[in-house]
C-alpha cells in the first residue's frame, strides 16, 4: 500500500473512531439547561418564592401566560404583581412532577410539558390541584427564560379570585 493511501485511510480510521476529538469532550446534552431552568422554576414554586419563581420568566412586555380560568396575562410586569398577590396566601406547597419532557426546538427554543399534582394552604385552606403544562423557552443570553406558559388544571376552581388582569382575554 503507498504511503499517502496509508495516511489517508489511518486519517479516515481516526475520524470514524473518533480520535482527534479534544481531551474529555463530551456530547453535550442540549436539554440539560432547560430542564435545570425548570427545575429552578419548580424550585421557587414549592418555596413560595416570587423573586425565584419570576426570574424563570424573560423578563418582557410579551410574556404570555394562559391562565387556569381560560383567560391569558400579558407582560413580565404584570405576571410578578400577580404572583406577588397569590404568593402572599400561599404556604406550605408540595408539588409533584410526572411526565416530563424536554423537547428541543433548535438551539435557542424549547418546550417543556408535565403534569403536576400540587397542594398548598392559600388564604388558609388547604388545596389539592392537578392539571398539565406546557413552557416555552428561549435562549435569553446564556439562560434559558420562560416566554409562554399554558396551564389546564384537571379541574378550574371556580372560587378562586380572578385578578383583574385576567379577566381579559
Same mark, same amino acid.
Given at each position: 500500500?503507498?504511503?499517502?493511501?496509508?495516511?489517508?485511510?489511518?486519517?479516515?480510521?481516526?475520524?470514524?473512531?473518533?480520535?482527534?476529538?479534544?481531551?474529555?469532550?463530551?456530547?453535550?446534552?442540549?436539554?440539560?439547561?432547560?430542564?435545570?431552568?425548570?427545575?429552578?422554576?419548580?424550585?421557587?414554586?414549592?418555596?413560595?418564592?416570587?423573586?425565584?419563581?419570576m426570574?424563570?420568566?424573560?423578563?418582557?412586555?410579551?410574556?404570555?401566560?394562559?391562565?387556569?380560568?381560560?383567560?391569558?396575562?400579558?407582560?413580565?410586569?404584570?405576571?410578578?404583581?400577580?404572583?406577588?398577590?397569590?404568593?402572599?396566601?400561599?404556604?406550605?406547597?408540595?408539588?409533584?412532577?410526572?411526565?416530563l419532557?424536554?423537547?428541543?426546538?433548535?438551539?435557542?427554543?424549547?418546550? !417543556?410539558?408535565?403534569?403536576?399534582?400540587?397542594?398548598?394552604?392559600?388564604?388558609?385552606?388547604l388545596?389539592?390541584?392537578?392539571?398539565?403544562?406546557?413552557?416555552?423557552?428561549?435562549?435569553?443570553?446564556?439562560?434559558?427564560?420562560?416566554?409562554?406558559?399554558?396551564?389546564?388544571?384537571?379541574?378550574?376552581?371556580?372560587?378562586?379570585? !380572578?385578578?383583574?388582569?385576567?379577566?381579559?382575554?
Open positions: 500500500m503507498k504511503r499517502t493511501a496509508f495516511i489517508s485511510l489511518f486519517i479516515l480510521t481516526m475520524v470514524v473512531a473518533g480520535f482527534g476529538q479534544k481531551a474529555g469532550a463530551a456530547k453535550v446534552d442540549a436539554s440539560k439547561g432547560v430542564r435545570d431552568a425548570f427545575d429552578r422554576l419548580i424550585d421557587g414554586i414549592k418555596q413560595v418564592d416570587a423573586e425565584k419563581v426570574a424563570a420568566y424573560e423578563k418582557s412586555d410579551r410574556l404570555l401566560i394562559f391562565n387556569n380560568n381560560g383567560t391569558a396575562t400579558i407582560g413580565w410586569e404584570t405576571v410578578k404583581t400577580n404572583v406577588e398577590n397569590t404568593y402572599a396566601k400561599v404556604s406550605n406547597v408540595t408539588m409533584d412532577i410526572t411526565g419532557r424536554v423537547e428541543m426546538m433548535g438551539k435557542t427554543n424549547a418546550y !417543556v410539558s408535565c403534569k403536576w399534582r400540587q397542594s398548598q394552604e392559600f388564604d388558609g385552606k388545596e389539592d390541584s392537578s392539571g398539565r403544562m406546557t413552557l416555552i423557552y428561549k435562549l435569553v443570553g446564556k439562560d434559558w427564560k420562560i416566554t409562554h406558559r399554558h396551564t389546564s388544571p384537571d379541574k378550574p376552581d371556580a372560587t378562586r379570585p !380572578v385578578f383583574p388582569s385576567e379577566r381579559q382575554n
